[in-house]
Protein backbone atom coordinates (compact mmCIF):
# COMPACT_ATOMS: atom_id res chain seq x y z
CA UNK A 1 0.00 0.00 0.00
CA UNK A 2 1.56 2.97 -1.03
CA UNK A 3 2.58 5.73 1.70
CA UNK A 4 0.30 8.69 1.59
CA UNK A 5 2.68 11.87 2.23
CA UNK A 6 1.53 14.92 3.76
CA UNK A 7 1.01 18.02 1.82
CA UNK A 8 4.30 20.30 2.41
CA UNK A 9 4.13 23.84 3.32
CA UNK A 10 6.85 26.18 2.02
CA UNK A 11 9.80 27.05 4.27
CA UNK A 12 8.70 30.28 6.35
CA UNK A 13 7.66 31.41 9.66
CA UNK A 14 4.37 31.15 10.65
CA UNK A 15 1.95 33.66 10.73
CA UNK A 16 1.09 35.67 13.86
CA UNK A 17 2.91 35.28 17.13
CA UNK A 18 5.77 33.02 17.70
CA UNK A 19 5.12 30.25 20.47
CA UNK A 20 6.85 27.52 22.44
CA UNK A 21 4.14 25.76 24.34
CA UNK A 22 1.62 27.72 25.71
CA UNK A 23 4.12 31.20 25.83
CA UNK A 24 4.39 33.42 23.50
CA UNK A 25 7.60 34.66 22.38
CA UNK A 26 8.57 38.11 21.55
CA UNK A 27 10.23 38.52 18.01
CA UNK A 28 13.95 39.81 18.53
CA UNK A 29 13.94 43.69 17.26
CA UNK A 30 15.73 44.55 14.30
CA UNK A 31 19.47 44.60 15.08
CA UNK A 32 21.01 48.43 13.59
CA UNK A 33 23.53 46.55 11.64
CA UNK A 34 24.98 50.56 11.09
CA UNK A 35 26.38 51.07 14.51
CA UNK A 36 28.94 48.22 14.22
CA UNK A 37 30.03 49.93 10.86
CA UNK A 38 30.16 52.96 12.44
CA UNK A 39 32.33 51.69 15.46
CA UNK A 40 34.67 50.07 12.63
CA UNK A 41 34.90 53.57 10.94
CA UNK A 42 36.07 55.41 14.30
CA UNK A 43 38.81 52.28 15.54
CA UNK A 44 40.35 53.92 12.19
CA UNK A 45 40.13 57.83 12.64
CA UNK A 46 42.76 58.37 15.35
CA UNK A 47 45.22 56.64 12.95
CA UNK A 48 44.53 59.41 10.59
CA UNK A 49 45.04 62.18 13.21
CA UNK A 50 49.00 63.01 11.54
CA UNK A 51 47.21 63.66 8.84
CA UNK A 52 45.57 66.72 9.95
CA UNK A 53 48.82 68.96 10.83
CA UNK A 54 48.64 71.69 8.92
CA UNK A 55 51.44 71.31 5.48
CA UNK A 56 52.41 67.87 3.92
CA UNK A 57 54.13 65.20 6.84
CA UNK A 58 57.71 64.54 6.63
CA UNK A 59 58.05 60.77 5.09
CA UNK A 60 60.38 58.90 3.06
CA UNK A 61 58.24 59.42 -0.94
CA UNK A 62 55.33 61.01 0.07
CA UNK A 63 56.59 64.47 -1.82
CA UNK A 64 57.04 61.78 -4.93
CA UNK A 65 53.41 60.95 -4.70
CA UNK A 66 52.16 64.63 -4.41
CA UNK A 67 54.01 65.69 -7.37
CA UNK A 68 52.20 62.46 -9.50
CA UNK A 69 48.56 63.44 -7.76
CA UNK A 70 49.56 66.90 -9.14
CA UNK A 71 50.81 66.07 -12.67
CA UNK A 72 47.62 63.83 -12.94
CA UNK A 73 45.66 66.21 -12.45
CA UNK A 74 47.26 68.46 -14.68
CA UNK A 75 47.35 65.90 -17.23
CA UNK A 76 43.41 65.21 -17.32
CA UNK A 77 43.04 69.53 -17.05
CA UNK A 78 44.28 68.78 -20.76
CA UNK A 79 42.11 65.96 -21.67
CA UNK A 80 44.95 62.93 -21.58
CA UNK A 81 42.69 60.84 -19.06
CA UNK A 82 45.84 58.02 -19.16
CA UNK A 83 48.74 59.65 -19.21
CA UNK A 84 51.48 57.21 -19.39
CA UNK A 85 54.53 59.77 -19.74
CA UNK A 86 54.70 62.94 -17.09
CA UNK A 87 56.77 65.46 -19.54
CA UNK A 88 57.34 67.69 -16.21
CA UNK A 89 59.55 64.96 -14.58
CA UNK A 90 63.05 64.09 -14.66
CA UNK A 91 64.13 67.41 -14.86
CA UNK A 92 62.05 68.08 -17.87
CA UNK A 93 63.33 65.20 -20.01
CA UNK A 94 59.71 63.27 -18.44
CA UNK A 95 59.37 59.89 -16.95
CA UNK A 96 57.06 56.92 -18.00
CA UNK A 97 55.86 56.49 -14.41
CA UNK A 98 51.99 55.44 -15.20
CA UNK A 99 53.28 53.54 -17.71
CA UNK A 100 55.63 51.07 -14.91
CA UNK A 101 53.41 51.78 -11.94
CA UNK A 102 50.13 51.11 -10.61
CA UNK A 103 47.72 54.19 -11.52
CA UNK A 104 44.61 53.56 -8.66
CA UNK A 105 46.20 55.18 -6.20
CA UNK A 106 46.71 58.36 -8.06
CA UNK A 107 43.26 58.32 -9.57
CA UNK A 108 40.89 57.72 -6.35
CA UNK A 109 42.98 61.60 -5.36
CA UNK A 110 41.16 63.19 -8.47
CA UNK A 111 37.40 63.84 -7.14
CA UNK A 112 39.77 65.92 -4.51
CA UNK A 113 41.87 67.87 -6.90
CA UNK A 114 39.52 70.76 -6.67
CA UNK A 115 40.46 71.07 -2.79
CA UNK A 116 44.31 70.90 -3.75
CA UNK A 117 47.04 68.06 -4.92
CA UNK A 118 48.36 68.23 -0.86
CA UNK A 119 44.46 68.00 0.38
CA UNK A 120 43.83 65.45 -1.91
CA UNK A 121 46.99 63.46 -1.46
CA UNK A 122 46.65 63.50 2.53
CA UNK A 123 42.78 62.37 1.91
CA UNK A 124 44.39 59.19 -0.12
CA UNK A 125 46.50 58.49 3.10
CA UNK A 126 43.62 58.42 5.24
CA UNK A 127 41.71 56.58 3.26
CA UNK A 128 44.31 53.95 3.48
CA UNK A 129 43.28 53.43 6.80
CA UNK A 130 39.82 54.02 6.58
CA UNK A 131 39.15 52.00 4.14
CA UNK A 132 41.68 48.48 4.93
CA UNK A 133 39.75 49.22 8.62
CA UNK A 134 36.14 48.18 7.02
CA UNK A 135 37.12 46.13 5.01
CA UNK A 136 38.57 43.69 7.19
CA UNK A 137 36.17 44.12 9.68
CA UNK A 138 33.39 43.14 6.86
CA UNK A 139 35.88 40.14 6.36
CA UNK A 140 36.60 39.17 10.49
CA UNK A 141 32.95 39.40 11.21
CA UNK A 142 32.35 36.36 8.97
CA UNK A 143 34.26 34.15 11.23
CA UNK A 144 34.24 36.03 14.85
CA UNK A 145 30.92 37.83 14.66
CA UNK A 146 30.79 41.56 15.40
CA UNK A 147 32.96 41.61 17.90
CA UNK A 148 36.10 39.55 16.34
CA UNK A 149 34.94 41.58 13.29
CA UNK A 150 36.32 44.72 15.68
CA UNK A 151 39.16 43.63 17.47
CA UNK A 152 40.48 42.63 13.65
CA UNK A 153 40.06 45.88 12.25
CA UNK A 154 41.93 47.50 15.04
CA UNK A 155 44.65 45.25 14.86
CA UNK A 156 44.73 45.63 11.03
CA UNK A 157 45.10 49.85 11.23
CA UNK A 158 47.36 49.64 13.94
CA UNK A 159 49.63 47.29 12.85
CA UNK A 160 53.08 48.66 13.40
CA UNK A 161 54.09 48.33 9.47
CA UNK A 162 50.90 49.66 8.02
CA UNK A 163 51.28 52.27 10.42
CA UNK A 164 54.63 53.01 8.99
CA UNK A 165 54.18 52.63 5.61
CA UNK A 166 51.62 55.45 5.39
CA UNK A 167 53.26 57.77 7.97
CA UNK A 168 56.80 57.06 7.49
CA UNK A 169 57.60 55.89 4.49
CA UNK A 170 54.77 57.58 3.05
CA UNK A 171 54.35 54.73 0.44
CA UNK A 172 50.69 56.00 -1.42
CA UNK A 173 49.93 53.15 -2.96
CA UNK A 174 51.46 49.84 -0.75
CA UNK A 175 49.47 51.70 2.05
CA UNK A 176 46.10 51.87 0.23
CA UNK A 177 47.03 48.75 -1.00
CA UNK A 178 45.72 47.16 2.21
CA UNK A 179 42.07 47.40 1.38
CA UNK A 180 42.18 44.46 -1.21
CA UNK A 181 43.42 41.61 0.84
CA UNK A 182 40.66 41.19 2.98
CA UNK A 183 38.00 41.76 -0.08
CA UNK A 184 39.67 39.20 -1.81
CA UNK A 185 39.56 36.62 0.95
CA UNK A 186 35.83 37.59 1.97
CA UNK A 187 34.83 36.82 -2.44
CA UNK A 188 36.38 33.78 -1.76
CA UNK A 189 34.00 32.46 1.22
CA UNK A 190 30.58 30.96 0.53
CA UNK A 191 28.16 32.97 1.01
CA UNK A 192 24.78 32.23 3.63
CA UNK A 193 22.57 29.58 2.23
CA UNK A 194 20.12 32.04 1.11
CA UNK A 195 22.64 33.60 -1.25
CA UNK A 196 23.76 29.88 -2.84
CA UNK A 197 22.31 30.67 -5.77
CA UNK A 198 23.79 30.51 -9.14
CA UNK A 199 23.01 34.38 -9.50
CA UNK A 200 24.63 35.11 -6.24
CA UNK A 201 27.73 32.65 -6.82
CA UNK A 202 27.99 34.42 -10.49
CA UNK A 203 28.02 37.68 -8.48
CA UNK A 204 30.54 36.63 -6.03
CA UNK A 205 33.03 35.40 -8.12
CA UNK A 206 32.81 38.57 -10.16
CA UNK A 207 33.44 40.84 -7.06
CA UNK A 208 36.24 38.96 -6.18
CA UNK A 209 37.43 39.21 -10.11
CA UNK A 210 37.11 43.07 -9.47
CA UNK A 211 38.73 43.10 -5.95
CA UNK A 212 41.93 41.09 -7.27
CA UNK A 213 41.96 43.83 -10.44
CA UNK A 214 41.67 46.16 -7.75
CA UNK A 215 44.51 45.01 -6.16
CA UNK A 216 47.03 45.25 -9.53
CA UNK A 217 46.18 48.62 -10.46
CA UNK A 218 46.99 49.56 -7.02
CA UNK A 219 50.23 47.54 -5.93
CA UNK A 220 51.02 45.09 -8.28
CA UNK A 221 53.95 43.83 -5.92
CA UNK A 222 51.72 43.05 -2.82
CA UNK A 223 49.31 40.99 -5.87
CA UNK A 224 52.56 39.23 -6.33
CA UNK A 225 53.29 38.82 -3.15
CA UNK A 226 49.51 37.81 -2.52
CA UNK A 227 49.06 35.12 -4.75
CA UNK A 228 50.70 32.12 -3.04
CA UNK A 229 48.80 32.95 -0.49
CA UNK A 230 45.60 33.12 -2.06
CA UNK A 231 46.17 30.01 -3.82
CA UNK A 232 45.95 28.24 -0.62
CA UNK A 233 43.13 29.73 0.66
CA UNK A 234 40.96 28.53 -2.70
CA UNK A 235 41.19 24.99 -1.44
CA UNK A 236 41.06 25.38 2.38
CA UNK A 237 38.50 27.85 2.91
CA UNK A 238 35.80 26.78 0.64
CA UNK A 239 34.01 24.57 2.93
CA UNK A 240 32.61 21.58 2.27
CA UNK A 241 31.60 22.86 -1.36
CA UNK A 242 33.32 20.76 -4.17
CA UNK A 243 36.90 21.62 -4.54
CA UNK A 244 37.02 21.21 -8.33
CA UNK A 245 34.22 23.74 -9.23
CA UNK A 246 35.73 26.04 -6.61
CA UNK A 247 39.20 25.90 -8.18
CA UNK A 248 37.53 26.34 -11.44
CA UNK A 249 35.74 29.12 -10.18
CA UNK A 250 38.61 30.84 -8.54
CA UNK A 251 41.16 30.38 -11.48
CA UNK A 252 38.19 32.13 -13.97
CA UNK A 253 38.01 35.18 -11.47
CA UNK A 254 41.68 35.24 -11.85
CA UNK A 255 42.28 35.07 -15.33
CA UNK A 256 39.08 38.06 -15.70
CA UNK A 257 41.14 40.33 -13.44
CA UNK A 258 44.16 39.48 -15.57
CA UNK A 259 42.44 40.70 -18.87
CA UNK A 260 40.75 43.58 -17.02
CA UNK A 261 44.45 44.73 -16.05
CA UNK A 262 46.12 44.07 -19.08
CA UNK A 263 46.00 47.22 -20.22
CA UNK A 264 48.84 48.35 -17.46
CA UNK A 265 50.43 44.63 -16.80
CA UNK A 266 51.11 43.90 -20.43
CA UNK A 267 53.33 47.18 -21.48
CA UNK A 268 54.87 46.69 -17.98
CA UNK A 269 56.34 43.30 -19.19
CA UNK A 270 57.05 44.07 -22.85
CA UNK A 271 58.94 47.26 -22.27
CA UNK A 272 60.61 46.31 -18.62
CA UNK A 273 63.69 45.86 -19.94
CA UNK A 274 64.12 49.18 -21.66
CA UNK A 275 64.29 50.93 -18.15
CA UNK A 276 66.29 47.73 -15.82
CA UNK A 277 62.98 46.74 -14.22
CA UNK A 278 64.58 43.54 -13.76
CA UNK A 279 68.09 42.82 -11.93
CA UNK A 280 70.83 41.47 -13.49
CA UNK A 281 70.85 37.89 -12.60
CA UNK A 282 74.75 38.00 -12.07
CA UNK A 283 74.29 41.11 -9.64
CA UNK A 284 75.11 40.68 -5.92
CA UNK A 285 73.73 43.66 -5.19
CA UNK A 286 70.55 42.77 -3.54
CA UNK A 287 72.49 40.88 -0.71
CA UNK A 288 73.60 44.16 0.72
CA UNK A 289 69.56 44.54 1.45
CA UNK A 290 68.48 41.26 2.79
CA UNK A 291 67.85 41.03 6.52
CA UNK A 292 70.04 39.05 8.66
CA UNK A 293 66.95 37.67 10.86
CA UNK A 294 63.05 37.54 10.21
CA UNK A 295 62.66 38.00 14.04
CA UNK A 296 65.22 40.22 16.02
CA UNK A 297 66.00 40.18 19.88
CA UNK A 298 63.87 43.31 20.76
CA UNK A 299 60.02 42.29 21.87
CA UNK A 300 58.43 45.23 20.12
CA UNK A 301 58.28 45.88 16.63
CA UNK A 302 61.83 47.40 15.24
CA UNK A 303 61.39 50.29 11.72
CA UNK A 304 64.81 51.97 11.38
CA UNK A 305 64.37 55.65 11.83
CA UNK A 306 68.47 56.35 10.87
CA UNK A 307 70.64 55.37 8.36
CA UNK A 308 72.89 53.78 10.75
CA UNK A 309 70.58 51.17 11.82
CA UNK A 310 70.76 47.75 10.77
CA UNK A 311 67.74 46.58 11.20
CA UNK A 312 64.30 47.27 9.05
CA UNK A 313 60.70 45.73 9.66
CA UNK A 314 62.46 43.47 12.07
CA UNK A 315 59.18 41.38 13.89
CA UNK A 316 59.75 41.95 17.50
CA UNK A 317 59.63 38.61 19.83
CA UNK A 318 55.99 39.66 20.92
CA UNK A 319 54.68 40.02 17.90
CA UNK A 320 56.40 36.88 16.34
CA UNK A 321 54.59 34.83 19.21
CA UNK A 322 51.34 36.30 18.54
CA UNK A 323 51.78 35.16 15.42
CA UNK A 324 52.44 31.62 15.92
CA UNK A 325 49.68 31.25 18.11
CA UNK A 326 47.41 32.79 15.88
CA UNK A 327 49.11 30.40 12.68
CA UNK A 328 48.16 27.28 15.37
CA UNK A 329 44.74 28.86 16.74
CA UNK A 330 43.66 29.14 12.59
CA UNK A 331 45.04 25.76 11.83
CA UNK A 332 43.45 23.94 15.22
CA UNK A 333 40.19 25.39 14.01
CA UNK A 334 40.24 24.64 10.79
CA UNK A 335 40.98 20.62 11.55
CA UNK A 336 38.30 20.65 13.59
CA UNK A 337 35.68 21.94 11.75
CA UNK A 338 37.33 19.60 9.07
CA UNK A 339 36.71 16.80 11.30
CA UNK A 340 32.86 18.05 12.19
CA UNK A 341 31.97 18.06 8.32
CA UNK A 342 33.42 14.37 7.80
CA UNK A 343 31.48 13.00 10.73
CA UNK A 344 28.11 15.07 9.34
CA UNK A 345 28.43 13.72 5.98
CA UNK A 346 29.30 10.15 7.68
CA UNK A 347 26.05 10.51 9.25
CA UNK A 348 23.96 11.86 6.47
CA UNK A 349 25.44 8.96 4.42
CA UNK A 350 24.31 6.12 7.13
CA UNK A 351 20.75 7.92 7.37
CA UNK A 352 19.99 7.83 3.92
CA UNK A 353 20.22 4.33 4.08
CA UNK A 354 16.94 3.91 5.89
CA UNK A 355 15.58 4.18 9.28
CA UNK A 356 14.82 1.85 11.55
CA UNK A 357 11.83 0.28 13.04
CA UNK A 358 9.74 -0.13 9.78
CA UNK A 359 10.03 3.80 9.05
CA UNK A 360 10.86 5.46 5.89
CA UNK A 361 14.46 5.86 5.38
CA UNK A 362 15.25 9.73 4.35
CA UNK A 363 17.00 8.71 1.05
CA UNK A 364 13.98 6.97 0.03
CA UNK A 365 11.90 9.73 0.61
CA UNK A 366 13.28 12.54 -0.84
CA UNK A 367 13.36 10.37 -3.95
CA UNK A 368 9.63 9.79 -3.77
CA UNK A 369 8.83 13.77 -3.25
CA UNK A 370 11.84 14.91 -5.49
CA UNK A 371 12.98 17.46 -2.85
CA UNK A 372 16.63 17.99 -2.51
CA UNK A 373 16.85 20.15 1.40
CA UNK A 374 14.69 19.98 4.71
CA UNK A 375 14.42 21.20 7.89
CA UNK A 376 12.23 20.76 10.63
CA UNK A 377 10.23 23.06 12.68
CA UNK A 378 10.40 23.14 16.23
CA UNK A 379 8.47 25.32 18.31
CA UNK A 380 7.41 27.50 15.44
CA UNK A 381 10.84 28.07 14.92
CA UNK A 382 13.17 26.48 12.06
CA UNK A 383 16.03 23.99 13.48
CA UNK A 384 18.67 21.79 12.00
CA UNK A 385 17.39 18.61 11.50
CA UNK A 386 18.64 16.56 14.67
CA UNK A 387 20.07 12.78 14.84
CA UNK A 388 17.70 9.91 14.61
CA UNK A 389 14.15 9.64 12.96
CA UNK A 390 12.30 12.36 12.55
CA UNK A 391 8.05 12.33 11.45
CA UNK A 392 7.39 12.87 7.76
CA UNK A 393 4.62 15.09 8.95
CA UNK A 394 6.82 17.87 10.51
CA UNK A 395 9.20 18.22 7.64
CA UNK A 396 9.22 21.50 5.65
CA UNK A 397 10.59 21.89 1.79
CA UNK A 398 13.50 24.73 2.12
CA UNK A 399 12.33 27.17 -0.63
Known sequence: MPTTLPALAPFAPPPGPLREGGRVLRRPAPRRRWIVWLLALLVSLPACLPLLQPGFFASDDGLFHLYRVAALGDAIGQGLLYPRWFAEFGFGYGQPVLHFYSPLSYYLAVPFLPFGALTATKIVFALGFILPALAMFAFARRWWGDAGGLLAAAVYTYSPYHLADGLLRGALAEHLAFVWPPLIFLTLLPGAAAARTPRGEAWRWTCHALAWAGLI??????????????????????????PGRRILSAATAFSAALGLTAFYWLPV??????????????????????????????????????????????????MALLLLLTVAAASGRALLRLLRAGRMNSGRRMNSGGAGGGGEGEGAFRRKVGLRRFRVHAGGRPAERPPGAISIARWRRVA
Open 217 to 242: LTHHLTALLLAPIWAGAVICLGGTSA
Open 269 to 318: IAEAGAVKLGADPLSTGYRQHLLPLLVGRSLTYVYRLAADQPWQHVLGLC
